[in-house]
């Protein structure tokens, strides 16, 4: 039979690279769009917000029981 000329750990260390390397690069575009100012990340929703605008919408100035 012939025997493999390619050891495992070399053959795991592509398939690991292999999938490492698109994230790597992808964290590091996405990175570099933040530090330029194109990209801009919105503050976290608030649901606190908007209930008190619902309440100031819905009481004019009334009270409401």
Known sequence: MNEPSTSPLLVGLFFVGRCMVPVVVLIGIS???????????????????????????????????
């Open 31 to 65: 990175y570099l769009l933040r530090k330029l100012g194109l990209v801009v990340i919105e503050a976290p929703y608030d649901p606190d917000e908007e209930t008190n605008e619902d309440e100031n919408q819905n009481n004019s100035g009334e009270s409401v029981k």
